[in-house]
């Protein structure tokens, strides 16, 4: 692990930012937490982030949107999306459909977590 290595978390789940955020710490990484896409968009046009950790259902702007929008913005940023719904979900589709490369289906465990990290910074 690279503590070089700046993670930006979206997820409207209170609770679920609070747990992502200690592993981060935990293991040694930087990061962020917020709970609405806008505000990291608002966030990734101010920071350079090495990961963003997105969920993809959230109220005002789904992860998707947001994911084209980061992607846009900030093409070296790679983007892991997080759900707790099915491949069939629409969103889920949209989002292996428009290009995302990384998907954790949610509840997922720390060591695949940071594995999921890893590999995404290693196809840098």
């Known amino acids: 692990m690279d503590s070089r290595i700046n993670v930006l978390v979206v997820d409207d789940e209170p609770g679920m930012l609070e747990t992502?955020?200690?592993?981060?710490a935990a293991t040694g990484y930087r990061s962020s937490v917020v709970e609405q896409a806008k505000m990291a968009l608002d966030l990734v046009g101010k920071i350079h982030f090495d990961i963003v950790l997105m969920d993809i259902v959230m109220p005002e702007m789904n992860g998707v949107d947001a994911y084209k929008k980061i992607r846009s913005a900030s093409p070296d940023t790679k983007i892991i999306m997080m759900t707790g719904y099915g491949s069939d979900h629409p969103l889920?589709?949209?989002?292996?459909?428009?290009?995302?490369?990384?998907?954790l289906h949610k509840p997922f465990d720390v060591?695949?977590?940071?594995?999921?990290?890893?590999?995404?910074?290693?196809?840098?």
């Open 92 to 103: 889920v589709k949209k989002a292996l459909g428009c290009g995302v490369e990384y998907l």
């Open 111 to 124: 060591d695949t977590l940071i594995s999921s990290i890893n590999q995404a910074c290693g196809d840098s």
């Open 20 to 24: 992502m955020a200690d592993i981060l």
